[in-house]
């Protein structure tokens, strides 16, 4: 079982609505389909970068992450991570303290809400 999260670059939408369907179109654009590629975004490799200093991908065959390496999920201005349910909230934490420093929106599609 996996808790997930997903990490934008663009304007924080004003209500858990309004980011709900940002996060849908975001979704469907560069995650839903395979047979587009395209790289991630400058601040989303940088975000990445930081959040897997702080949580590797692997550490001897251990890692917070279900589907690593998590750049691997990352398509233009979003990221989509998916990590362990067991530490889902100290790294879901650490995840959206992190996306408000680097300026990225932090979105719970699980609870269809912003986190701040």
């Not at 590629?37 to 897997?52: D, F, H, K, S, W």
């Not at 233009?76 to 991570?81: A, D, K, Q």
Request: with cysteine; proline share 8%.
């Amino acid at each position: 079982m996996s808790y997930d999260l997903a990490v934008w670059d663009g304007e924080r939408p004003r209500d858990n609505h309004q980011a709900g369907l940002v996060y849908d179109e975001l979704y469907e654009s560069y995650l839903e389909s395979d047979d587009v590629v395209v790289p991630p975004t400058p601040r989303i490799v940088g975000y990445v970068g930081a959040l897997v200093d702080r949580y590797p991908d692997d550490i001897d065959g251990r890692t917070v992450w279900a589907s690593p390496p998590v750049i691997d999920e990352a398509s233009g201005p979003i990221v989509y991570l998916t990590m362990a349910y067991s530490q889902a909230e100290e790294v879901s934490g650490h995840a959206a303290s992190l996306a408000r420093e680097h300026g990225l929106v932090c979105y719970d599609p699980q609870a269809e809400s912003l986190r701040s």
